[in-house]
C-alpha cells in the first residue's frame, strides 16, 4: 500500500478516534444525564463534574486526553517503519483534536478540546505538554475558572513551543490547536468578562 494511502488512513483513523465522546460514555457508565441538556451543554469533564459525579468527570478527563495521546504516540513510534513521512504527527494530531471539536458522532457539536489539546501535547513533547498542563492547573487552581486556564495555557503553548523547536513546523501545529482552543472558548470569554462565567464545581443550577 502507498505511503499516501496509509498516512490518510491513519489520519482518518484519528478523526474517528477523537470523535469519541468520553463525557457521553462516563455519562452512560456511571447512570448520569446526558452531560448536553445541562450546564454549559458541553460534552466535556468540567461540564461532567457539575453533575456532582467526581469520578464521571476524572474518567471523562482522562479518557479525552488520552485518545488525543494514544493518536500521536502510535504514528509517531511506528511513522518510520511505515514511511508516513515527517508530516503525518502533525496531520494525526490535529485530526484526532479537531475530531474532538467536531466528531462526526455527535453531528459534529463536540467538547472544547482541552482535554484532547492536553494529550496531544504530551505526544508530540512531553515538556512541552507538562508547561502547557502546569500553566492550566496554575490558572485553574487559583482563580478557579476552568476557561479562563484553559484560554491562558492556550495562549501560552505556542510560546513554548517556540522556545522548543524555534521556527519548525510543529510550532504551526500547536499554533493552530491553540487558536481553536481561544475560538471554542470564546462565548467564555464573553461570560468572564461580564461575570456570569460559573467557577470549578459549580453545580447544575449554575
Given at each position: 500500500?502507498?505511503?499516501?494511502?496509509?498516512?490518510?488512513?491513519?489520519?482518518?483513523?484519528?478523526?474517528?478516534?477523537g470523535?469519541?465522546?468520553?463525557?457521553?460514555?462516563?455519562?452512560?457508565?456511571?447512570?448520569?444525564?446526558?452531560p448536553?441538556?445541562?450546564?454549559?451543554?458541553?460534552?466535556?469533564?468540567?461540564?461532567?463534574?457539575?453533575?456532582?459525579?467526581?469520578?464521571?468527570?476524572?474518567?471523562?478527563?482522562?479518557?479525552?486526553?488520552?485518545?488525543?495521546?494514544?493518536?500521536?504516540?502510535?504514528?509517531?513510534?511506528?511513522?518510520?517503519?511505515?514511511?508516513?513521512?515527517?508530516?503525518?504527527?502533525?496531520?494525526?494530531?490535529?485530526?484526532?483534536?479537531?475530531?474532538?471539536?467536531?466528531?462526526?458522532?455527535?453531528?459534529?457539536?463536540g467538547?472544547?478540546?482541552?482535554?484532547?489539546?492536553?494529550?496531544?501535547?504530551?505526544?508530540?513533547?512531553?515538556?512541552?505538554?507538562?508547561?502547557?498542563?502546569?500553566?492550566?492547573?496554575?490558572?485553574?487552581?487559583?482563580?478557579?475558572?476552568?476557561?479562563?486556564?484553559?484560554?491562558?495555557a492556550?495562549?501560552?503553548?505556542?510560546?513554548?513551543?517556540?522556545?522548543?523547536?524555534?521556527?519548525?513546523?510543529?510550532?504551526?501545529?500547536?499554533?493552530?490547536?491553540?487558536?481553536?482552543?481561544?475560538?471554542?472558548?470564546?462565548?467564555?470569554?464573553?461570560?468572564?468578562?461580564?461575570?456570569?462565567?460559573?467557577?470549578?464545581?459549580?453545580?447544575?443550577?449554575?
Open positions: 500500500m502507498p505511503p499516501s494511502l496509509i498516512t490518510l488512513l491513519v489520519v482518518l483513523a484519528a478523526y474517528l478516534l470523535s469519541i465522546s468520553f463525557a457521553l460514555v462516563a455519562s452512560r457508565l456511571f447512570g448520569l444525564a446526558d448536553r441538556t445541562y450546564g454549559s451543554k458541553n460534552p466535556g469533564a468540567t461540564n461532567v463534574l457539575r453533575s456532582g459525579h467526581k469520578g464521571a468527570a476524572i474518567f471523562t478527563l482522562f479518557g479525552d486526553a488520552a485518545k488525543g495521546w494514544l493518536a500521536v504516540f502510535l504514528v509517531s513510534r511506528y511513522s518510520s517503519e511505515y514511511a508516513l513521512g515527517s508530516y503525518a504527527v502533525g496531520w494525526v494530531a490535529l485530526a484526532v483534536f479537531f475530531g474532538h471539536l467536531y466528531p462526526v458522532f455527535l453531528r459534529f457539536k467538547g472544547k478540546g482541552v482535554a484532547t489539546a492536553a494529550g496531544v501535547l504530551l505526544a508530540i513533547n512531553p515538556w512541552l505538554g507538562l508547561a502547557t498542563l502546569g500553566t492550566w492547573i496554575l490558572v485553574a487552581f487559583t482563580l478557579r475558572y476552568s476557561s479562563l486556564a484553559a484560554l491562558v492556550a495562549a501560552a503553548a505556542p510560546a513554548y513551543a517556540l522556545l522548543i523547536w524555534g521556527g519548525d513546523s510543529r510550532v504551526l501545529v500547536v499554533g493552530i490547536i491553540a487558536m481553536a482552543l481561544v475560538g471554542k472558548h470564546w462565548q467564555n470569554l464573553q461570560r468572564l468578562m461580564a461575570g456570569s462565567e460559573p467557577k470549578i464545581g459549580a453545580g447544575k443550577s449554575r
